[in-house]
């Protein structure tokens, strides 16, 4: 685990130019697809005897949930390992899906200098049970199996005792993250910037999509989730979904050197390697997690040169602001960050800071009030 001086250090080697552009890889918001099959033909289950025990096609006003966005169609992963009594939740096909996953591997990538790999989903959950193994992977699986990393919910991690929000990278050549175990969690007191202990298990949260990233650069991974997927800190006193000020809930960036494989398969359902009941163990009532908003894409690295200038545009603007809100700024989210983008927004030494608009002013005056909540935080 990097703490933020070194995290500063780690992320600005990477940020040199030239830059290429942003590319799509996978876009995944389930809104094409007509039903199950439509689905399954696009994603290719891990165990073509039972293809729909793997995922359903669900309607999003049917979920009680906050968060996320282009929720009309989301795939719901369906019931634990040969347990019968998830069907219901499952749309009654079949014992549940278990060690079942699906993937797409018609892509080949991989993190250069001027290009980061970036990883997003948004994962639903029922917050019934805490007995989850669901996460959404990226890795190589040809020539070798290399690479992994995963998102999602993981419930059993040594380094904590609420290890329910999780994530974890192996097969890497610098070996597994983090530390020397293979799992870690969000509310890990040891990472950059953990949940509070007062909202880290699902039951203080509460039922909502969240939305998980790993940003992949040659030298590094950013890990990060946004509770409710609402952009905002999550008060730990009142953890209402919309409430708060901007910023990501947890975030941990560690250093990791990605192999020479890359990238060519993403896949969602079980973890790689668990057997174990997937979504709530026996309790119909919470058999049910959710996924939407899978995306897959090479992000350009920002072009180091002007203070303040986040987003990589040669100015300093009200998009810079909202860069660091969205925790893509050097230090992520830290009060010096936001004081550098205040001194070359309101002038300083710089000639390309833009003239502020009227809806650009605001920004400031928030800019303000949210250094002084990080301050009495």
């Not at 298990?201 to 509460?206: D, K, L, Q, R």
Request: charged content about 15%; aromatic content about 8%.
């Amino acid at each position: 685990m990097l703490k933020r001086i070194a995290c500063f250090s780690l992320l600005s080697a990477v940020l040199i130019a030239p830059v290429t552009a942003d590319t799509n890889i996978i876009v995944e918001d389930f809104e094409s697809y007509a039903d199950d099959a439509a689905l399954l033909a696009a994603w290719v289950s891990s165990d073509v005897t039972r293809p729909n025990n793997a995922t359903a096609l669900i309607p999003g006003d049917t979920a009680p949930f906050y968060g996320g966005t282009n929720l009309t169609k989301f795939a719901q992963f369906c019931g634990s390992l040969n347990d019968a009594t998830g069907l219901a939740n499952c749309g009654g096909e079949g014992p549940g899906g278990g060690t079942v996953n699906i993937s797409q591997t018609a892509f080949q990538i991989a993190p250069s200098a001027t290009q980061n790999v970036e990883l997003t989903v948004d994962i639903g959950d029922d917050a019934l049970s805490a007995n989850k193994r669901l996460t959404v992977g990226l890795r190589a699986v040809t020539p070798a199996a290399q690479n992994l990393i995963e998102l999602g919910f993981f419930n059993s991690v040594s380094t904590t005792t609420a290890p329910h929000f999780a994530y974890r990278a192996v097969l890497f050549p610098s070996g597994n993250l983090p530390g020397t175990g293979s799992w870690g969690s969000f509310s890990d007191d040891a990472i950059d910037q953990p949940l509070p202990p007062e909202i880290d298990t699902p039951s203080e949260v509460g039922a909502g999509f969240h939305r998980y990233k790993a940003v992949i650069s040659l030298t590094g991974i950013t890990f990060s989730l946004d509770l409710f997927a609402d952009g905002l800190l999550n008060d730990p006193l009142d953890p209402v979904p919309g409430v708060g000020i901007a910023g990501l809930d947890a975030i941990d960036i560690t250093a990791a050197t990605t192999g020479p494989n890359g990238f060519n398969q993403i896949r969602f359902g079980t973890p790689s390697g668990a057997s174990t009941p997937s979504s709530g163990g026996t309790n119909i009532n919470a058999a049910f997690a959710a996924f939407d908003n899978i995306s897959l894409r090479l992000v350009d690295i920002p072009v180091v040169g002007t203070p303040g200038d986040f987003d990589g545009d040669g100015d300093v603007d009200g998009r810079d602001f909202l860069a660091w809100q969205r925790g893509e700024s050097p230090d992520p989210l830290s009060a010096a960050d936001l004081a550098e983008w205040q001194g070359a927004y309101n002038g300083g030494a710089l000639s390309a800071v833009s003239v502020p608009e009227p809806t650009s002013a605001g920004l400031l005056l928030l800019a303000l009030s949210s250094l002084l909540a990080i301050k009495r935080r």
